[in-house]
């Protein structure tokens, strides 16, 4: 009949079969690497572990195996006992076998469990929300160890002599509400074992303390805490800890050291919040909680006119403030150790940066660094990202020929944006090669949505002034650069490199005729970055325009030297200057000044 569904047999004429489950998802930590090393033995291990653990556990725990693709494994169980207690098991199993084997070959999964409504199709495989919370979850164990869901955890509390550590709620990726989840070592008291620090910058911001000795003004201290938890969370490559946790430590003395142990974190940021009638005084400092020391603090003074307002302004200082100084800090870290030793992320904050450094050899020893983290992890969707930027920033600087660099630019940002489409340098990445294939609109419309996913973003608001110069928007250019400058004691690339942000104002200034100020800009913008090349350009060209021939020729001979090869024909080629009249004037500034 029309309609009607055959129970155990998924769908049935156009309609969905729900049920009741237990979801387990598993997978191996490090499999990327493992494989790199040795392949054979990897898959070899691998498959043992399926054959002689997984699959008899499974079996004698009444659960049934979904779907096992390479390194992960989906099983389904009808009862939660019975899926944590085979999770356990198995762990356990592992352990014991792992024991006996070297370390950087031993197969360890992570096992993320949930409860809830699920889609059955005929195949009998499963879909749905319930599913994809288990699969987040298994993303917050610990190797060797077991992440549950809430739901799940009240189906066996009580039930089952184990030890969960409660790890506050998490926000977890594509799915709409936090989900508050539990920590499972088998065999040991996670409660008295110290996380491993994550892969990746590390923080949990410790409630800010009230100094008005006003007890009301408690919610504001509390409500600024959360908003920058909030916001560094939006910061996709951060491990930040959940509010719940954090707030566990409110109103205590806390030892950073200690509390950087129990919470698995490298950083901490604290603060205070003092109000005195409209005025508000807020400190903030960013501590190392391995080593003591003080990366960053400020202090901030403003009238309350709007408290949310306040709150957002300050958040934003603060957030954007942080990144650059958690990567300056990992990145230096990363610089300590062998090359042959980094690890996919160390190889991106290495890369960060040399790649700030404007120079053609370091450039080039970023994009090997790149490739060599998407080797280590192919689904690393930041080092497709900068490892397309630094691509097309060949081109920009005029090392590269375009035709050969920018088609693998636009493969590996279109990589970065299918990883994770929220990734803001995955857009930023789109949008320069768009730019320097004189796409230059659409470039901008990929510049403003990495903008909109990270508004901290300075050397996004620098792309977006100099699309807009492109395309002979001289005011907008403007001010965009001055919102980069803006931000750019705090961002990323900042670090000895403001002159961006002057080369920038020379070229709006270009654009807009006035030859003389575009000369002012650019050479600020070469005594702050000497190795900028679009700075020599300019000074080149806008001396020229202004009369200054011998200066512009000398500026010429200098270009030369970090461009041995450029032609009047390769620059033609490669502006990306919208309006005929600017590349017009741009080539005739060039020529005046003895480029052939």
């Known amino acids: 009949m029309r309609g009607m569904v055959e129970r155990g047999a998924g769908t049935f004429e156009g309609r969905v079969y729900r049920r009741l489950a237990a979801i387990l998802a598993a997978d191996i930590a490090g499999y990327s690497r493992l494989m790199g090393n040795d392949e054979e033995s990897t898959l070899a291990a691998l498959k043992t572990s399926q054959r002689e653990v997984i699959d008899p556990k499974v079996s004698e725990h009444r659960g049934r195996i979904v779907n096992s693709p390479g390194d992960s494994v989906l099983i389904e169980f009808a009862s939660v006992v019975d899926a944590t207690q085979c999770a356990v098991e198995i762990q356990k199993e592992m352990a014991k076998r792992n024991s006996v084997i070297r370390e950087g070959h031993r197969i360890e999964f992570r096992i993320g469990i949930n409860v809830g409504d699920v889609m059955v199709d005929n195949d009998g495989n499963i879909y749905g929300d319930g599913v994809n919370i288990a699969a987040r979850v298994e993303s917050l164990a610990r190797p060797g160890a077991l992440c549950l869901s809430e739901d799940a955890y009240k189906q066996i509390k009580g039930k089952l002599a184990i030890h969960a ?7 977890l990726k594509n799915i709409a509400h936090p989900v508050r989840t539990f920590h499972v070592q088998p065999g040991g008291n996670v409660a008295k074992k110290a996380p491993e620090l994550p892969d990746k910058p590390s923080i949990a911001v410790l409630p800010f303390s009230n100094m008005s000795g006003d007890p009301k003004q408690e919610y504001f201290a509390d409500g600024m805490t959360e908003e920058i938890i909030t916001a560094l969370s939006k910061i996709h490559w951060f491990f930040v800890i959940s509010r719940n946790s954090s707030f566990t430590y409110k109103g205590k003395a806390v030892e950073l050291k200690q509390a950087g142990r129990e919470l698995g974190v490298r950083f901490f940021l604290e603060g205070s919040i003092r109000r005195a009638g409209n005025r508000v005084r807020i400190t903030a400092q960013l501590v190392d909680a391995i080593s003591g020391h003080h990366v960053w603090a400020e202090r901030y003074d403003r009238d309350i006119v709007d408290i949310f307002v306040v709150q957002d302004e300050i958040t934003e200082q603060v957030v954007s403030a942080i990144e650059p100084r958690l990567y300056a800090v990992e990145g230096l870290r990363a610089k300590r150790k062998p090359p042959d030793s980094l690890d996919a992320w160390e190889c991106v904050v290495r890369a960060l940066s040399l790649m700030n450094t404007r120079t053609k050899s370091e450039v080039s020893a970023a994009r090997k660094l790149l490739q060599k983290s998407i080797v280590l992890d192919p689904s690393y969707a930041l080092a497709y990202a900068l490892l397309s930027f630094v691509t097309t920033l060949g081109v920009h600087m005029g090392w590269d020929r375009r035709e050969s660099v920018l088609a693998c630019a636009r493969d590996n940002a279109r990589k970065a944006l299918q990883l994770d489409a929220d990734d803001p340098w995955a857009h930023l990445a789109l949008g320069y090669v768009l730019v320097w294939s004189k ?27 100099l699309a807009n110069a492109f395309l002979g928007r001289s005011d907008e250019a403007l001010v965009h650069a001055d919102t980069a400058a803006r931000l750019s004691p705090r961002d990323l690339l900042a670090r000895g490199h403001a002159g961006v942000y002057n080369a920038v104002r020379a070229t709006a200034y270009f654009v807009a005729g006035q030859y003389r100020d575009s000369v002012e800009f650019a050479r600020k913008a070469i005594a702050e970055s000497p190795n900028l090349v679009p700075a020599h350009r300019m000074l080149v060209v806008s001396s020229a325009l202004v009369g200054e021939v011998e200066e512009a020729k000398l500026a010429l001979r200098i270009l030369k030297r970090l461009v041995p090869d450029m032609s009047l024909e390769r620059v033609e080629q490669m502006t990306p200057m919208v309006r005929g009249r600017d590349r017009s004037r741009y080539i005739e500034g060039l020529r005046l000044a003895g480029l052939k």
């Open 165 to 171: 550590s409660d790890m506050g709620e998490q926000q």
């Open 439 to 465: 796409q230059v609109t659409d470039g901008l419309v990929e510049y403003e949505k990495a903008v909109a996913i990270n508004p901290n973003f300075a050397i996004a608001y620098y792309l977006i002034a």
